[in-house]
């Protein structure tokens, strides 16, 4: 079975500080990471995947197979990336995609 | 090129009866997934249809089904609906099934259940 955890629901900070939202996966195999955001009246959308390996927003993501984790990190936040964040996992093959329960994230001025 | 598309937007209906919502996928894309949004339990899986055939079905259910028609236009039914059923559908497409792919996602059908 697949799992994604992501441990806080609601991550505050002040602009300009670093942000970092956890993200845990449980799979036996190989899996792809993503990242997905909605921001407020929008849809949800992905952010990025981890085999891209490319900066989105200021946003970086690095698999790490030995901890299984995929968390998200920005040096510095912006009040515009306020918004929810979704940790998924696919696994090989026709698998589904399985999300987190999905972190707030709170940018204050 | 248009976006994911679901019909209706927002409906509200009454415990026991049912409801069908409507995504059409993006043009070429030929995969589409369900998946039910609620604050409490975030994201589930619910279907992935792929040429008109069901890949995977999530933990629902059979009151929850859906279909995928040949022009790849898919539809979800809920029938005797419950209270819990309360929920945004989402819907999503993809070019193809794989575990490449790239989902892209549709507004929303907001189901409220009374």
């Known amino acids: 079975a697949q799992r994604v955890t992501q441990p806080e629901k609601l991550l505050s900070v002040f602009k300009g500080a670093p942000v970092e939202l956890k993200c845990n996966y449980s799979y036996s195999g190989s899996p792809e990471l993503f990242w997905y955001v909605q921001y407020s009246r929008q849809r949800l959308q992905l952010l990025l995947r981890?085999?891209s390996r490319e900066s989105i927003k200021g946003f970086t993501a690095d698999l790490n197979k030995g901890e299984t984790s995929f968390h998200l990190k920005k040096p510095f936040a912006q009040e515009e990336d306020s918004a929810m964040y979704y940790c998924a996992l696919r696994g090989s093959g026709y698998s589904t995609l399985t999300f987190g329960k999905g972190t707030m994230l709170l940018v204050s001025p | 090129k248009a976006g994911v598309t679901q019909t209706p937007r927002y409906l509200i209906k009454t415990r026991g009866q049912q409801v069908t919502l409507s995504c059409s996928p993006i043009s070429g894309h030929r995969s589409v997934s369900w998946y039910q949004q609620t604050p409490g339990q975030g994201l589930q899986f619910l279907f992935e249809?792929?040429?008109?055939?069901?890949?995977n079905k999530g933990n629902f259910p059979g009151r929850f089904s859906g279909r995928q028609f040949s022009n790849s236009r898919s539809e979800m039914n809920v029938s005797t609906l419950e209270l819990g059923d309360s929920a945004l559908y989402l819907c999503?497409?993809?070019?193809?099934?794989?575990?490449?792919?790239?989902?892209?996602f549709g507004a929303g059908s907001r189901l409220t259940v009374l």
């Open positions: 981890h085999i």
């Open positions: 999503a497409s993809s070019l193809a099934a794989a575990s490449s792919s790239v989902l892209t």
């Open positions: 249809y792929f040429s008109e055939t069901q890949r």
